[in-house]
């Protein structure tokens, strides 16, 4: 997915420039089509994924085994 390279991400990109006039429409409908088209692709494999977790590699930083961070109970209240 992408759309045409504008200097989009330098100069407008989140900015008071970033007005919905600088919707190049052609990129979001073919955007669009290509997720709709992964989606029913994935939808429609015989293959599942597997679930399981994979065990992580060593950190080049610590050198020590990656683990996966414990579930946490989620904030709710939108920061409040």
Do not use: C
Request: proline share 4%; hydrophobic share 30%.
């Amino acid at each position: 997915m992408s759309s045409l390279s504008w200097s989009y991400w330098n100069y407008t990109w989140h900015t008071n420039r970033d007005t919905y006039d600088k919707i190049v429409f052609d990129d979001l409908r073919n955007n669009a089509i290509l997720t709709a088209v992964l989606a029913y692709m994935a939808s429609e494999d015989n293959e599942k994924t597997s679930r399981e977790k994979i065990v992580l590699p060593v950190s080049k930083r610590t050198g020590k085994q990656m683990k996966w961070p414990s579930t946490r109970s989620p904030n709710r209240k939108g920061g409040m």
